[in-house]
């Protein structure tokens, strides 16, 4: 039987890997639709955008929270590099699957 300290390092590693993949499904779901959107397509897409906007900011800000334990500098100065991070988890991810 795993112990507890076992059991929650893989709890947070699958949590965190399930935030990277929805992040960049977000991202993905956007990019098809501002790539080839009419004004038309952008107007239904605006509730869908508000909801998609309000997860990648929580995954994305959670991301920097843990990239500062790592990296001290400011929390603006590091987002690029949590954004990358999450999109290398994803990837990972999805090669494992």
């Known amino acids: ?3 507890l300290g076992t059991q929650q390092l893989l709890m947070a590693e699958t949590l965190g890997l399930a935030m990277a993949r929805r992040a960049a499904e977000i991202l993905d779901r ?3 639709v501002l ?3 009419t004004a038309g397509d952008l107007g239904q897409h605006t509730a869908q955008f508000a909801e998609d906007n309000a997860i990648f ?3 994305l800000d959670a991301a920097n929270e ?3 334990r790592f990296d001290n500098r400011p929390e603006n100065d590091r987002w690029c590099d ?3 991070q999450l999109l290398r988890l ?3 991810t999805a090669e494992a699957s």
């Open 1 to 3: 039987m795993r112990d």
């Open 30 to 32: 956007h990019r098809d």
């Open 35 to 37: 790539t080839g959107a």
């Open 57 to 59: 900011t929580a995954v």
């Open 66 to 68: 843990c990239l500062g």
């Open 82 to 84: 949590a954004l990358l």
């Open 90 to 92: 994803a990837e990972f």
